[in-house]
């Protein structure tokens, strides 16, 4: 997680202890996940330690409101805090991105998602795929795909992603967990991205 969403969820801490009481709600995920939506718009789900005794969230409060307003303000109101909670010491933040664009400029987290020919940085020749048969086993594959008529996910983070359609490739260092969800793992940054290609339904 960006330094700057760190701060903000520090922040909403501070501001929002008044639902620390709530449990958690059914529907969002309990990890760190990215979820491309239908409608094109991208939900984060962020999941963080919370030591309160190390963090002292009086100055904080000013900090979020004028970043999250600011940015509305000058975006049309891109983006939206959909869940606050805290439990068992830990803090999930959930936001919304009314596109992935909006949420590459708010955490300064390179993202993609549309028609894999629009994608305009070139995927390394090194990368490895692998191509996701019917029963969600992986087959390595010696080329790049032909990622025609599909839709590009590029993630540059470790994190769950859930996408629109089924997944039909994968490269290296991503888990498929299900025909439309994978998780990045540890290696992904944003010189070594995930790159998921998946079907619209």
Known sequence: MKIRNRI???????????????SYIKGYPDTNTVEFLRNG???ETSVEEFPPEDYDMSDLKD??????NSYNEAHEGAVSIDLYDV???????V???????AYEDFNTQPIY???AGDYEKEIPQEASFSKVKDDLSLKSLNKQPDFKDLTLYVVTNPVDVAVSGRIEYVSGDVELTGPSSCRAGENISE????????RSN
Request: charged content about 15%; hydrophobic content about 50%.
């Open 63 to 68: 900090v979020v409101l004028s970043s999250v």
């Open 113 to 115: 998602a549309g028609p």
């Open 8 to 22: 903000i969820l520090l922040a909403l801490t501070g501001i929002m202890l008044s639902l620390s009481a709530c």
């Open 191 to 198: 010189t070594n991205p995930a790159y998921i290609a998946a």
């Open 95 to 101: 936001m919304t991105y009314k596109d992935p664009a």
């Open 87 to 93: 439990r068992a010491r830990k803090v999930r933040l």
């Open 41 to 43: 718009s991208l939900r």
